[in-house]
């Protein structure tokens, strides 16, 4: 099983405030298979970002993602009050075929 | 625009059985594989069951194996859960969710989710 590790577990910034959050895997991951949802209290998670640097539809420009192998990296640029939620890492490939970070929470400062 | 909405969850005791219902819209359903993802109540998401366009191809998360059972039926663009042998460790909000194509498979469509719980 590839465990995916996301850090940190909770950050506090400001808005217009760059973010950086982490998902680390156990074992090497394929790139184009690698994606990061973001969810808000009482919805559903929603796409954010697939195939570890591509936006999904309606995605602003401020939220990018990079990485490959084992460490992969959600970026916002700069915060607006909405980007304020709880994100997740998942990946495909292994047994079970998908799996998730355990999620970060992104909460103002 | 893609719609999934899923229904049939509720209060179920320990051992007992209850099936979920996913009925989708908005797109070729038989092309797509179809998820189903669950949250326990202020935790994280976990893969549960997939099963390809046709059908013929499943697989199931080792936490229900044995105990779950996916199936779709294509002519009504729905897809099913049948949950068997419940636990407590069983109680989520269960989401379906539909599989992008084979260039990137994530999950580009989400439900609401419908409530299971497990419980005497």
């Known amino acids: 099983e590839i465990v995916l590790t996301q850090s940190p577990g909770t950050l506090s910034l400001s808005p217009g405030e760059r973010a950086t959050l982490s998902c680390r895997a156990s074992?090497?991951?394929?790139?184009?298979?690698f994606a990061w949802y973001q969810q808000k209290p009482g919805q559903a998670p929603r796409l954010l970002i697939y195939?570890?640097?591509n936006r999904a539809t309606g995605i602003p420009d401020r939220f990018s993602g990079s990485g490959s192998g084992t460490d992969f990296t959600l970026t916002i640029s700069s915060l607006e009050p909405e980007d304020f939620a709880v994100y997740y890492c998942?990946?495909?490939?292994?047994?079970?075929?998908?799996?998730f970070g355990q999620g970060t929470k992104l909460e103002i400062k | 625009e893609v719609q999934v909405l899923e229904s049939g969850g509720g209060l179920v005791q320990p051992g007992g059985s209850l099936r979920l219902s996913c009925a989708a819209s908005?797109?070729?359903?038989?092309?797509?594989?179809m998820s189903w993802v669950r949250q326990a109540p202020g935790k994280g998401l976990e893969w549960v069951s997939g099963?390809?366009?046709?059908?013929?191809?499943?697989a199931y998360a080792d936490s229900v194996k044995g105990r779950f059972t996916i199936s779709r039926d294509n002519s009504k663009n729905t897809v099913y859960l049948q949950l068997s042998s419940l636990r407590s460790d069983d109680t989520a909000l269960y989401y379906c969710?539909?599989?992008?194509?084979?260039?990137?498979?994530?999950?580009?469509?989400w439900g609401q989710g419908t409530l299971v719980t497990v419980s005497s």
């Open positions: 998942q990946q495909y490939g292994g047994s079970p075929l998908y799996t």
């Open positions: 195939g570890t640097s």
């Open positions: 969710a539909r599989r992008s194509d084979e260039s990137s498979r994530c999950f580009d469509n």
């Open positions: 099963i390809s366009g046709s059908g013929e191809t499943i």
């Open positions: 074992q090497s991951t394929t790139s184009s298979y």
């Open positions: 908005g797109f070729s359903f038989n092309n797509y594989i």
